[in-house]
Structure formats: structure tokens, C-alpha cells
């Protein structure tokens, strides 16, 4: 029998974005942006909590432009083929059950 390698490596998957600024006045202030979406490269999430136990979850993003910016989840918009796949599988999966329940 061959000998397995138990050796497990994770590596961190950019994923391509579009972060729109429109609800974060002092972000969009800081980096002279009005109002636009801007492309960039999600690293991971965060999670921020205070003394009286509020918790919040960001997401870290890379923008065109080299900075690095915290956005909420609702900002961020996957434009990657992850999201393409995703996108496909969905369209396809209602129209079959579509056509399924049109046949009745």
C-alpha cells in the first residue's frame, strides 16, 4: 500500500469584490470617494467586539488602489468565478424545477 502524506496546507483565497462605499460617510470621506463601487480583493472576515458586549463581523479588502479597508457584509459583492459558478448553479436548479412544476 502507498504511504499518505498527512501534511494539510491552507492558503488564504483572494476573492475578487466590489465594496460599495455609499453607506459609510467617514470611509468614503478618508479615501475621496462619492458615492462609487469599487473593485478589490476580499482577504477574510473580522470581528470586532466591545466592553458591553456589542459584536460586529467586517470584511478586510484590498482596493485597486492599495489600500485596505473594513467593510460590512452588505457592502461587499463577490464578482468572482466562485459567485459565477454560484450564479449558474442557481439559474439552473430553478429552471429545472420550474419546468417541473409546469408538468403538472
Known sequence: MGRLDATITIEPQLRLCEV???????????????????????HG????????????????????????????????????EINMDLEHTAKTYREHFMKKGEEK
Open 20 to 42: 460599495h462605499f455609499r453607506y459609510n460617510v467617514q470611509q468614503k470621506e478618508y479615501l475621496g470617494l462619492k458615492d462609487k463601487d469599487v473593485i478589490g480583493y476580499f
Open 45 to 80: 472576515w473580522g470581528r470586532w467586539e466591545n466592553d458591553q458586549g456589542y459584536t460586529a463581523i467586517f470584511g478586510i479588502v484590498e482596493l485597486e488602489n492599495g489600500n485596505v479597508v473594513t467593510a460590512r457584509p452588505e457592502q461587499i459583492h463577490f464578482i468572482d
